[in-house]
DNA sequence: AGCACGCCGACT
DNA sequence: GTCGGCGTGCTC
């Protein structure tokens, strides 16, 4: 097998920003294969790298440069951790996102990037298993699903309507077709229930891979999914990475989650990689949410992805009735309507939600009568409102204007910036409510180990009258004894500097009335805002779904944004100020150069823009500066290698840092 | 990313 | 005289 005569020799490459494979002898004896990992001295470091190729001769360039290769330390695993084409997937990705391959493969072996994840394990109501009988709307959607061994499907349905009913059933047939599953879940949420019931439905030929194994374990599971045992894969992000051989189905859960946007490099959507195994692979893709992303929509509009709709709600549980409140004219952050719903909560005996949008971004500039707010003549996002150099700043194209003193829509004077945090909130529903045990839930309170789990338990046992809580609490979450849900503020959202505010906003009205109802007949969501005719607050109250979808396809349309562009953000990050934006304009230099090249050579790759740069909207984090550019255009290609030729050979000095983003989900 | 080399300013 | 800033270049 081996030639005695010759020696041999490794490819390797590394998890550092170097796009270089080195070259190592491979000592007598051991059976280095591609994809194995090995420990190897580069410089003066040891360190673990990945194989990718093995050679019976030394290669040609080496001889050329008077190169000796030095000799590999260890081989880490005996057999391949990387298959051939995971090794291909990692490739591409370092294309895509601007990565290197040593990078890519780091992110795809679980654990090999630690990912902080908060489990809200056991929250969910247990799964019962009993004998489940589709429904015919159910039945009807898992045959189309299962019609043909490829395809890309959507299923579309309301909280309760027996999504993951429909997602169980397709895993089981494919599985008794002999082919693969991979069900991935957002990081947060409904891990648990999934996960139990795959294990009790496909037992030792599943495999879980959540955040609380240790690397050893993983490293087992992965040893299972590669050998062909474990044939059903749940997990979050990166188990979308998994190694399952003859892979038949990918099922992506509430599609619309930002938590499959990996936020480290390299930054790939679990989504975008999806599709691409499930092309590459021949298996059907099947996403799933009740909210789907604009971008998922827009797909199943052109008919690029097939719909699958459940319309009726399964087991019982009503609609809840959702009411919107105009906060115009009330003082302090409880109007009228929620004091006195949250009394009547408390005398039937039932408990309330009060949710918070993150705090940090109430600073927008509004009028108090109309309800008007300011947006950037250019971008069509919120201005936001920065006191100390009193302006208003557009987060994308660096746009800004002097406040205005009157409004211009009803020339009332009563315009300010508005908002409330957390803090403000608890206090007052404090001072109104005394003698009630009110908790609050975020990831201040959370961090304190155990007592996220003890608020919940607490909160379940009815043992709490009212929970203030964030994003944590709007998901995955359902509690039995909950009537009320109150929206504290809904325009939060609405004025983030994102294009996606409006997307964001109708789907946390949507999901959370998904969530109010399900147990209580008289359920009940309270929405307060200051604009009432808002499009996303007016349609997800009054569950117009396909009109906000039409709308917000339509304005994304006249906008130029996605799904009718691609993005990409170059972040330059720094703490020194002005290097920080000196390389961002030094960045946007090259790609306006970069922009007019291929205009001239390539006028096919139709229009480019670059907006920017600007500060982004979290202008300081950690102490550095952070300045974004923003590159958009219609055809991928081009907006992809004007960034790359842009950021060719760019030495940015010391202390600067360049992200850069490939379909950004969050511009923050 | 690290870690070396190397070149100019202010300290025991 | 040295310590130490940081720009530059390299890692098989």
């Known amino acids: 097998m081996e030639p005695a005569d010759g020696g041999r020799w490794a490819g390797v490459v590394f998890n550092l920003p170097l796009d270089q494979m080195y070259t190592y002898r491979i000592p007598e004896g051991l059976p280095v294969l591609p994809g194995v990992r090995v420990r190897a001295e580069l410089g003066r470091r040891t360190l673990m790298g990945f194989v990718l190729e093995v050679y019976t001769e030394l290669p040609r360039e080496l001889v050329e440069k008077d190169i000796t290769p030095k000799d590999l330390l260890t081989q880490v695993d005996e057999l391949p951790l990387f298959t051939p084409s995971q090794v291909e997937l990692a490739r591409w990705m370092s294309t895509m996102y601007y ?29 019962q298993e009993k004998d489940v009988r589709l429904s015919e709307e159910q039945e009807l959607g898992v045959r189309s699903i299962c019609s043909s061994p490829r395809g890309m499907y959507y299923v579309y349905g309301m909280t309760g309507s027996g999504k993951t009913e429909v997602f169980l059933t397709a895993a089981r047939k494919t599985v008794d077709e002999g082919r693969g599953v991979i069900y991935l879940v957002p990081e947060i949420s409904l891990t648990r229930q999934v996960a139990d019931s795959i294990r009790s439905r496909f037992g030792s030929s599943s495999a879980i891979l959540h955040s609380r194994l240790t690397p050893s374990q993983r490293l087992g599971e992965w040893r299972r999914i590669v050998r062909g045992e474990a044939r059903v894969v749940v997990g979050a992000r990166s188990a979308v990475f998994a190694p399952v051989p003859d892979l038949g189905l990918i099922i992506v859960d509430e599609e619309h989650e930002g938590s499959y946007k990996s936020g480290s490099s390299p930054r790939y959507h679990a989504r975008q990689i999806a599709m691409r195994r499930a092309s590459a692979e021949g298996a059907r893709l099947v996403m799933g949410s009740a909210t789907p992303s604009v971008e998922a929509y827009h797909l199943m509009e052109e008919g690029k992805i097939s719909r699958v709709s459940l319309s009726r709600r399964l087991a019982g549980g009503d609609e809840p009735e959702i009411r919107v409140v105009n906060l115009k004219g009330v003082e302090g952050c409880l109007s009228p309507d929620l004091i006195t719903e949250l009394k009547q909560t408390k005398d039937l005996g039932k408990q309330s939600i009060l949710f918070l949008n993150r705090r940090g971004f109430s600073h927008f500039f509004h009028c108090r009568s109309c309800g008007y707010e300011a947006k950037c003549p250019r971008c069509s996002v919120g201005l936001t409102y920065h006191k100390s150099r009193n302006a208003m700043v557009c987060h994308y194209c660096g746009y800004r204007t002097p406040p205005m003193a009157s409004c211009p829509e009803c020339g009332s004077l009563d315009v300010g910036y508005a908002g409330f945090g957390t803090e403000h909130v608890e206090e007052e529903v404090r001072r109104l409510f005394p003698g009630w045990v009110i908790e609050r839930l975020d990831t201040d309170s959370v961090k304190k180990k155990g007592s996220l789990e003890q608020i919940i338990s607490r909160f379940r046992r009815g043992e709490i009258d009212v929970l203030l809580g964030t994003q944590m609490v709007a998901k995955g979450l359902n509690f039995p004894g909950v009537r009320l849900v109150g929206i504290v503020l809904a325009d939060t959202g609405l004025h983030m500097p994102d294009f996606r505010s409006a997307e964001r906003t109708f789907g946390l009205i949507t999901q959370v009335s998904g969530r ?23 349609q997800a109250s009054t569950s117009r779904i396909s009109d906000f979808y039409t709308q917000e396809i339509q304005t994304r349309r006249e906008l130029g944004f996605p799904p009718f562009s691609r993005m990409i953000r170059l972040l330059v990050r ?12 030094q960045i946007a230099v090259r790609l306006e150069h970069n922009r007019r090249n291929l205009q001239n ?14 500060e982004a909207p979290l202008g300081m984090v950690n102490g550095n500066f952070r300045v974004h550019i923003l590159v958009t255009g219609a055809v991928f290609q081009a907006v992809h290698r004007m960034v790359g030729a842009s950021i060719q050979g760019v030495v940015h000095p010391r202390g600067v840092y360049l992200e850069i983003d490939v379909d950004p989900v969050s511009l923050l």
């Open 99 to 127: 990565s290197n391959i040593g990078e890519c493969l780091g992110a795809m072996i679980p654990g090999g990037k630690q990912e902080r994840a908060v489990v809200l394990g056991g929250e969910e109501e247990a799964y």
């Open 516 to 538: 109010a109802g399900r147990y209580t007949p008289d359920g009940l969501v309270l929405v307060q805002t200051y604009n009432p005719s808002s499009s996303p607050i007016a």
């Open 574 to 585: 720094s703490k020194n100020h002005h290097r920080a934006w000196s390389s961002a304009r």
């Open 601 to 614: 050579q390539q006028p096919s790759l139709g229009e480019t823009e670059i907006l920017g740069p600007a």
